[in-house]
């Protein structure tokens, strides 16, 4: 018979190593060793992904969204001349990187194709880290990698995208847009147009044919409607079609005395510089000068119309010309650094990027749903078109929206737009299930892993 | 009516750029029996000539204004051409001409892109299948337009028409309609003019020169020629060379009507493929003919009236038609017998 003894000592040592057994498992998967959210930051360092056309049509438009997150990231990690974190109202950002982590940051090609961009901005969640993604200059895009971070549990901040959709049916709890959108447009430019142009004119709209074209050909339409005017015709023409001649003679003896371009980048430069070129601004038509209007204008693509911008109207998120003192201090450092002004498309990435540091500084986490919430209703000053609310309901950004129009006498070679009129937020504000905007669902934050 | 006049002096420019593109590429599918991609990229190639020539022209001395600081806070730069410096009221004239006079820089620079790339990489293709080819030169107009876009960027580059060719004309008046009905961009007339003296000038050579007989000998039956005791090789050489010189000069001719930027090639190239095949596969006239048939007619079907009945069928004309005739004439409208068919 063999009898089992033990000391009290004995007894303590085996209670703690079982304790410590059972306690394991636990401990291991506790916040201390695990991440609980998709590529939570372990080191001293954070990854932002920067996803913007690097090739393609839009190229030029992504090497400076990449310059302007190049600049932020040199601000957010406190080089540099601090640009806009100066004037920024929020005074969460210390100059010391975010949450104490140095930003440091990849980047991917869109190519302005959604698959591509899909592509690029998985790999640099994947395999990059990256606790956030950035960027693009197209609508399709911009829903395209918002659908995958939504997906997959970062955040997407979105760069330059106009159509409705983006914050409309196709809206994500884990996207965020800036950019002013096509409904703001129409709101902004419709009462512009009539004091311009009267309440008795025909438009006539060419369409670019995907997501951005169909809600601004719709926005405007129901924004010029309402004034009195009258839609002739919409027509859609295929993305990248070079040569318009054969849309642009149409309108020519359609009776149409207003044609309306829903056109972006080189479809805008082509379709515009064809329309001078048809005559169509010399033209008298119902006794009335015939007019082009631009609805979505870049200073980049101005530049590329030359002087056929001309006198045109159309509208702007930001413009490098405004004296607001955050404006002149983005202006200043990023035409120090690069040695030309910045476009809407650099101010809205380098915004977007600060907006989403900020956050993270607020909320204490890099954890998405802590952004989110952090995000949501957000109010703030001092990014360049004073004060702004990032609606919590769409997700959508609420701030005053610029009419511009064609400079007649540039003095320089940026200098192509002046800015006709500052259209206060009352003014382009919306409700979230406008039937423009209706269909779409924010769901729940997604903090992935 | 004058819709209608309207849409085929559209489909005549059209037509003209197809046609001139499709001319280059059926002159070296017949003389060298090469299928080559990267004749869009030569088309391409050339409408930067005319940009070349123009920021050329156009260089300027800079220098910073003691007064006035742009908005960044640095010394605001004055920029003046050299051309007006040097020469005045004629260095303005040089810089508005700039694109017409890019044909004479185009010329040589075109042909000895042609010289080069034939004797640097298509000859050691000769013998190899068809799918080879058109890797390789596809291949070589990727690398092309990413040169193009590295040294332009990738924004479309305005080129204006000279300022006395930039307005319209009276088209309407001057063929007796009623004044003002049809009036068109006077450089789109110039362009079909262009093409019209271009196609001229190559049927011209290929007929009534003894260089000319050589290579339409050569096209008909190589080795014979070879036998007699001509260096074939050396006449289709300067015969890819013309090619790249049509194609070039194409280009450089469009500028005004379509902005270039460094995917102006591949716009054009599967478009001219399609006419090269519907004209006949080694058909010059066949070329020519299907280049201005394809641009009415797709010039037509982009009207609303036609777009209401069949939707998007401006997108798909081109290709409809390759498909009707095709199937009615397996060697396209004028081609020529066991083309292709070996």
Redesign the interface.
């Known amino acids: 018979m063999t009898t089992f003894s033990t000391s009290r000592r004995g007894l303590l040592k085996g209670g703690a190593a079982l304790g410590l057994g059972f306690a394991a498992p636990t401990i291991l998967t506790s916040k201390a060793f695990a991440a609980s959210y998709t590529n939570e930051p372990k080191g001293s360092t954070v990854t932002f992904g920067f996803n913007v056309p690097q090739?393609?049509?839009?190229?030029?438009e992504g090497a400076d969204e990449l310059r302007a997150y190049e600049l932020a990231v040199e601000h957010l990690n406190g080089e540099g001349d601090g640009g806009m974190m100066g004037t920024f109202s929020s005074k969460a950002l210390k100059g010391n990187g975010v949450l104490g982590k140095k930003v440091v940051y990849v980047t991917g090609d869109t190519q302005t194709k959604s698959d591509a961009a899909r592509a690029s901005a998985r790999r640099m969640i994947e395999a990059d880290g990256a606790i956030m993604v950035t960027g693009g200059s197209s609508s399709g895009v911009a829903v395209a990698v918002q659908g995958l971070c939504q997906e997959v549990g970062v955040i997407f901040m979105a760069g330059l995208t106009h159509s409705n959709d983006t914050t409309g049916k196709d809206r994500k709890a884990n996207g965020f847009r800036h950019f002013f959108n096509a409904y703001m447009s129409g709101a902004a430019l419709a009462p512009v147009l009539k004091s311009n142009y009267g309440s008795d004119r025909k438009a006539y709209h060419l369409t670019a044919d995907y997501t951005w074209g169909w809600t601004q050909e719709e926005s405007i339409a129901a924004a010029t409607e309402a004034l009195g005017w009258e839609t002739v015709?919409k027509?859609r023409t295929?993305l990248?079609a070079?040569?318009f001649?054969?849309?642009i003679?149409?309108v020519?003896?359609s009776g149409a005395d207003v044609l309306i371009l829903n056109h972006y980048g080189?479809d805008m430069?082509?379709s515009l510089?064809?329309a001078v070129?048809?005559?169509l601004r010399?033209k008298q038509v119902n006794g009335k000068n015939f007019e082009i209007v631009v609805p979505l204008y870049s200073r980049?693509m101005a530049?590329?119309?030359?002087k056929?911008v001309n006198g045109i109207f159309g509208s702007t998120n930001w413009h490098?010309?405004l004296q607001d003192e955050a404006s002149?201090a983005f202006?200043?450092?990023?035409?120090?650094k690069y040695g030309f002004?910045p476009s809407q498309a650099a101010h809205t990435c380098y915004s977007q990027a600060i907006l989403y540091a900020d956050a993270c500084e607020r909320a204490g986490t890099f954890n998405p749903c802590g952004v989110v919430e952090a995000l949501e209703d957000f109010e703030f000053d001092g990014l360049g078109n004073g004060p702004t609310l990032y609606r919590g309901a769409d997700h959508q950004c609420f701030k005053d929206v610029l009419v511009v129009k064609g400079k007649e006498n540039p003095s320089?070679q940026f200098d192509l737009l002046e800015v006709v009129e500052v259209v206060p937020v009352a003014n382009v504000t919306y409700a979230p299930d406008h039937p423009m905007f209706a269909g779409g669902d924010l769901g729940s934050c997604n903090a992935g892993v | 009516m004058d819709a209608i006049l309207l849409q085929i002096l559209n489909g005549f420019d059209k037509g003209s750029a197809y046609a001139l593109i499709a001319l280059g590429l059926t002159l070296i599918f017949g003389t060298l029996g090469v299928v080559n991609f990267a004749h869009g990229a030569l088309f391409m190639l050339g409408a930067f000539c005319a940009v070349a020539v123009n920021k050329l022209l156009s260089l300027d001395i800079v220098t910073l204004s003691e007064t006035q600081t742009t908005a960044w806070g640095t010394p605001l730069e004055i920029r003046t051409p050299y051309a007006e410096v040097w020469f005045g009221e004629i260095g303005s004239v040089l810089v508005d001409y700039s694109v017409p006079l890019s044909i004479l820089v185009a010329i040589p620079v075109m042909l000895i892109i042609g010289v080069v790339m034939e004797r640097g990489l298509i000859k050691h293709f000769y013998k190899r299948p068809h799918a080879e080819q058109i890797l390789v030169t596809f291949g070589l107009a990727i690398v092309l337009q990413e040169i193009i876009k590295a040294w332009f960027g990738a924004n479309p580059i305005p080129q204006p028409a000279p300022g006395s060719l930039r307005g319209m004309i009276d088209f309407g008046a001057a063929v007796g309609f009623e004044a003002g009905s049809v009036v068109y961009p006077l450089w789109r007339l110039v362009y079909f003019l262009f093409a019209f003296v271009i196609i001229g000038a190559v049927f011209a050579f290929l007929q009534f020169t003894t260089l000319g007989m050589v290579i339409r000998a050569g096209m008909a039956d190589r080795e014979t020629v070879g036998l007699l005791g001509i260096d074939i090789d050396k006449r289709f050489t300067l015969v890819f060379g013309i090619a790249a010189v049509v194609a070039g000069l194409a280009g450089v001719m469009y500028t005004p009507i379509l902005s270039p930027d460094y995917h102006l090639g591949m716009d054009f190239l599967v478009l001219s493929f399609v006419v090269v095949v519907v004209g006949g596969m080694g058909s010059l006239s066949g070329a020519v003919l299907a280049g201005f048939l394809l641009g009415i007619l797709q010039s037509f079907a982009s009207m609303n009236e036609i777009k209401q009945v069949i939707p998007g069928i401006d997108q798909i004309i081109i290709y409809l038609v390759a498909v009707v005739v095709l199937l009615a004439r397996p060697r396209g409208l004028l081609g020529r017998k066991g083309v292709m068919e070996s």
């Open positions: 090739t393609g049509a839009y190229a030029d015709n027509v295929p990248g070079g040569d001649s054969q849309y003679t149409p020519l003896n080189r430069v082509n510089t064809q070129q048809f005559g010399d980049l530049q590329g119309a030359g056929n490098w010309s002149q202006v200043k450092s990023f035409g120090q002004p320089s």
